[in-house]
């Protein structure tokens, strides 16, 4: 059975960090590429980051790119986000999906920055 779960969200004052985990089971986790998602009330989702299976190739949307991190551990099977200086545009419930052969996702996890 298939199980995606995004972990590590919350509220943080502007200017700071939070790191994002999902954490995946029931599929051949390093066959699939990965990519964190956001979707902020009355916005359309948006495509935050982007990593290849083997964690080489990264890609990220242009709002975030040179704040985010992406990466990934294929021996734990758990993807990771790490955000920094956090702005209150970022705000937003963060969900992560894996897709290959198929697509899977999570159910989101909450970032909110706010001071």
């Known amino acids: 059975q298939v199980h995606v779960a995004e972990s590590g969200g919350g509220l943080v004052q502007p200017g700071g960090s939070l790191r994002l985990s999902c954490a995946a089971s029931?599929?051949?986790?390093?066959?699939?590429?990965m990519r964190w998602y956001r979707q902020a009330p009355g916005k359309e989702r948006e495509r935050v980051a982007t990593?290849?299976?083997?964690?080489?190739?990264?890609d990220y949307g242009a709002s975030v790119n040179g704040r985010f991190t992406i990466s990934i551990d294929n021996a734990n099977h758990t993807s990771y986000l790490q955000m920094n200086d956090l702005k209150p545009e970022d705000t937003a419930v963060y969900s992560c999906?894996?897709?290959?052969?198929?697509?899977?996702w999570g159910q989101g996890t909450q970032v909110t920055v706010s001071g």
């Open positions: 990593i290849s299976a083997s964690g080489i190739v990264t």
């Open positions: 999906n894996f897709f290959g052969g198929h697509d899977y």
């Open positions: 029931g599929f051949t986790f390093n066959m699939y590429f």
